[in-house]
């Protein structure tokens, strides 16, 4: 899409700038962030003001039919999930996925149309020549693991985490106590990030990302979405060679629509495989591009800012801060400083300090395991969840990867598995401690 299409389009609102409760730095609490004071939703260094807000706009911008949306898809723009806070943050939405377990081991039924169901479908339209209907996607009769949800994650700092090398994370796993040590979970890069020389097709990289740390770099997660979430299909080209991944249209419960079915974008250019809905062409030998509106997500979600600490409430977090640890939750929540390489490898300013309280590992949540997983994987795999970071919580309504709650006291009673013997030390609390722990995770 080009950048006129996109002055004219709509813009969805959405809000911004700081919220109420975001104090001054106060004293520097035991866990502070040692940056200065960020507004929400701005950007780091390392990208100009204009080219930021073309990004943010881009992530904003609802999309049409004629923009390729469909056959079916969950959303006309990332910002219309991506809201609280402001634009990048969590939202409200939460997805479905299902799957089905056969001899002990998970099935995605990507053939009907698995795991991701998606919950909107174009229907029935006329694309000048015939009628299409395209009917919604439901769960087939042979799924054994049902609707299972998934709440849509804030993304702010994450090009930070993005700029992390693997050795990071595979130390934090290395420093772990036994009992609740995480996996290290690695992925292919299908879309590589051409600012970051390291990243490759298909380099293999730590998965940092998504509820089950599913993929490994932002540029493969926004490719993904625009796919998946709004089905818009992208081909890209790099060092000379067509990224075809995200370029094939979803079959709707594994039923492809009739050529000219699928959305009513124009048809993609020679040499690009039928379907695409926004291509960069064949690729000339040496070529890298990016589409566009892919490379304008890149570039919103490399630089959004991380949230601020929040230490209003600054003798129950001070308070608090030691509980946490004491009774585990730094075991999977670290509360080490993370720092970003200097030069770091995507753009970011080097030497950036932040603190997510997440390791990024996965580890086995037991009965709070959402029980979806990638084809083959044992039921035991199934289970793991990726240390969900606490960061900015105060600015989420929903909690856990299926929204079950937005209470924090209800969230850690949720958890499971590995997390079993922290969940009973916090149940063996008292009231002033377990007041004071859920000030401090709410301060984060
Ligand atoms: C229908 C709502 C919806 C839309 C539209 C949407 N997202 Fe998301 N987003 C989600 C959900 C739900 C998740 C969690 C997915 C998971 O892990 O299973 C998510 C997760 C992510 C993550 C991973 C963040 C993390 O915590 O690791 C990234 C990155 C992301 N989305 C980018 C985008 C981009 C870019 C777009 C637009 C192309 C987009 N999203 C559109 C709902 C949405
Ligand atoms: C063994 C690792 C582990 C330990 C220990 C642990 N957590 Fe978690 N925590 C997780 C994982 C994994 C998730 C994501 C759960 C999911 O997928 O629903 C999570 C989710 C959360 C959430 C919800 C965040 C969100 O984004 O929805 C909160 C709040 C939380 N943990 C707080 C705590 C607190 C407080 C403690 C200590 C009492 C603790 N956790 C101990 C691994 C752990």
Known sequence: MSISFIRKAVILSASSGLLAGCSEAVDEPTLGSAQAEITLGSHVG???????????????????????????????????????????????????????????????????????????????????????????????????????????????????VDAMPDSFFTQLANAEPAEVRGIVKTAAVLLPNPRDASQGIGTVRVARFGWKDDISNLATFAADAYKNEMG?????????????????????????????????APPAPAGVPAGTDDAVGPCASGQTEIQEDIQNFINFMTFLAPTERDLSDAAAVNAGAPVFNRVGCNGCHVTTTFRTPNPAPN???????????????????????????????????????????????????????????????????????????????????????KHNLVQFVRSL
Do not use: Y
């Open 46 to 160: 390392g990208i100009t003001d204009a080219d930021f807000a073309e990004a943010r706009d881009n992530f904003l911008l609802g999309e049409n039919i004629d923009d390729g949306v469909g056959p079916v898809f969950n959303e006309t723009a990332c910002g219309a999930c991506h809201t609280l806070g402001a634009v990048g943050g969590s939202g409200e939405q939460i997805e479905r996925r299902f799957g089905r377990v056969s001899n002990g081991v998970f099935v995605s039924l990507a053939g009907e149309g698995g795991s991701l169901r998606q919950l909107k479908t174009l229907g029935s339209f006329n694309n000048g020549t015939r009628t299409c209907t395209v009917a919604l996607e439901r769960e087939p009769a042979d799924a054994t693991v049902h609707n299972v949800g998934r709440l849509t994650t804030p993304l702010f700092g994450l090009g930070l």
């Open 232 to 264: 818009i299909t992208t081909q890209h080209c790099f060092r000379g060679q067509s990224i075809t991944a995200f370029a094939t249209e979803s079959a709707p419960n594994g039923i492809a629509q009739p050529a000219g079915c699928d959305d009513l």
């Open 347 to 433: 753009g970011v300013p080097g030497n950036f300090a932040f603190n997510p309280f997440s390791d990024f590992l996965v580890h086995d949540m037991g009965a709070l395991g959402d029980q979806i997983g990638n084809d083959g994987d044992s039921v035991a795999v199934t289970r793991r969840m990726r240390t969900a970071p606490l960061w900015g919580i105060r600015f989420r309504n929903h909690l856990l990867h299926d929204g079950r709650t937005g209470d924090v006291t209800t969230a850690i009673l949720a958890h499971d598995g590995q997390a079993l013997t922290s969940r009973n030390a916090f149940n063996q609390l008292n009231a002033t401690d």
